[in-house]
């Protein structure tokens, strides 16, 4: 208690002025303290999680609340707020993440007393120990990724590596490294595609400071902060060598929860998701007079993506279309062109060894026309068709880039049937069926 003394000035019946000297006590409370610091287990694994008990003094009166930042190794990594009550020891279990290299580290505990319940000031008493981080699990980065071969480099501020206390899938997954304030950790694979690429990722961070970052060769895909618990992320890879990279980047100030993330089940699917490929558009004469690709072949070759200068029809020369409606079009593809077609949402993605997508529409009892999607590396829709004799091109009927089949301008064509996966390996629009070639020349 501190006392307070003042003077009070009383003017007496014969005028004299009396001096009074009253005390008066206020409560200021008492310093925070802290005694008994311990961690476990000892020693901790690299990236595994640290157990940091203490006790703590309540400071009561007009600072009631003691705030406690945990720093390891100068690196501040959390904050707590406690309301105990002045002049009573209480026992706190605190869980931070270790460091990621090898070696003795130490770990410091401040507390002061607060008026709020924010984390506040810098510190009535402080304690601190050292503990140690080794062994723990030998995991590669493949491994912890669950990859069918490949390798996985790591650098910048310090590594990513492959733990077993946080995963998705498998018991182990990769996390980025400890690092501090503005500097980044980093992982990247090469693959050879087209594919399709799926993995998992999770992040606790400072929100909108401290990020997950992926970036295929180079430019940015996504980003996440804050708690963000396990979501699977799904993108389509065209044809050559990419570069896959997970980035954790850090602002200059604040750490919040667990300051790092995890990628777990990164996986690689073959697809023949095609190209946009204008090399279709060659041998074109005014003439007619069949002299290359474009005029050899149509729609149905494109979409398949298979030349084979015919002109091909589905089912032909086992059917003959009448109706031109879209059953009578896919079940001639189905039976007779052996076709393996899955019907699918337009936005999905075609998973499997050799499997891409396709669109069908129809002008009822006229004609069919159909469409194919191509791969973008940045995973977002883009299809393609070829118009009869026409060049391959990536624009709708109104000159716009197609990037929705379903609310494309499709005219003439009225009706719009589906978006299907099918399998390269059972194409085979008029390849070894008999019968004269449906050549238009």
């Not at 030998?138 to 996985?152: C, E, F, H, Q, Y």
């Not at 799926?198 to 980003?223: H, M, P, Q, T």
Request: charged share 15%; hydrophobic share 30%.
């Amino acid at each position: 208690y501190i006392y307070i003394y003042t003077k009070i000035g009383v003017l007496s019946l014969t005028g004299v002025i009396i001096l009074m000297l009253i005390s008066v006590s206020v409560s200021a409370g008492i310093y925070a303290d802290i005694r008994y610091l311990s961690t476990s287990p000892e020693p901790v694994s690299p990236g595994g999680t640290l157990s940091v008990s203490y006790q703590v003094l309540g400071t009561g009166g007009s600072y009631p609340y003691e705030t406690q930042t945990i720093y390891i190794d100068g690196v501040q990594k959390a904050c707590y707020v406690s309301n105990i009550g002045e002049g009573s020891w209480s026992s706190m279990t605190r869980s931070v993440t270790a460091p990621t290299n090898s070696g003795s580290h130490t770990v410091l505990v401040k507390v002061y007393g607060c008026s709020t319940t924010g984390c506040c000031g810098s510190s009535d008493n402080s304690a601190s120990k050292s503990f140690t981080v080794s062994g723990g699990s030998s995991i590669s980065l493949p491994s912890a990724l669950d990859m069918n071969g490949g390798t996985v480099t790591t650098g910048t501020s310090a590594e990513w590596f492959g733990q077993n206390n946080v995963y998705y899938y498998d018991n182990d997954a990769a996390q980025s490294a400890d690092i501090s304030h503005n500097q980044n950790s980093y992982m990247y694979t090469t693959i050879t595609g087209p594919k399709t690429v799926k993995f998992y990722s999770k992040v606790s961070s400072e929100r909108y400071y401290d990020w997950l970052i992926f970036l295929v060769d180079g430019a940015e895909s996504f980003r996440a902060s804050s708690e963000v618990n396990w979501f699977q992320r799904t993108y389509t890879i065209p044809g050559g060598s990419h570069t896959l990279k997970w980035k954790y980047s850090k602002d200059g100030s604040v750490d919040g929860y667990s300051d790092t993330a995890w990628v777990d089940k990164l996986e690689q699917n073959s697809c023949t998701l095609p190209v946009y490929d204008t090399t279709w558009n060659t041998g074109y004469t005014k003439n007619y007079i069949c002299e290359g690709t474009q005029e050899k072949n149509n729609c149905y070759n494109y979409a398949s993506d298979k030349i084979n200068d015919q002109f091909a029809q589905p089912g032909h020369p086992n059917l003959s279309l009448n109706a031109f409606t879209c059953q009578e079009v896919i079940n001639a593809a189905k039976t007779y062109d052996k076709l393996d077609m899955t019907e699918v949402d337009c936005n999905s993605i075609c998973t499997g060894t050799a499997r891409y997508q396709v669109a069908l529409v129809v002008w009822p009892g006229y004609d069919y026309h159909w469409y194919r999607k191509d791969s973008r590396s940045d995973g977002l829709n883009q299809w393609s068709h070829k118009p009869g004799l026409s060049k391959v091109t990536n624009e709708d009927a109104s000159i716009n880039l197609i990037s929705d089949p379903e609310n494309a301008d499709i005219s003439p064509y009225t009706k719009f049937c589906g978006c299907y996966c099918i399998s390269k390996s059972t194409v085979s629009p008029y390849i070894s069926g008999s019968g004269p070639p449906q050549s238009r020349c």
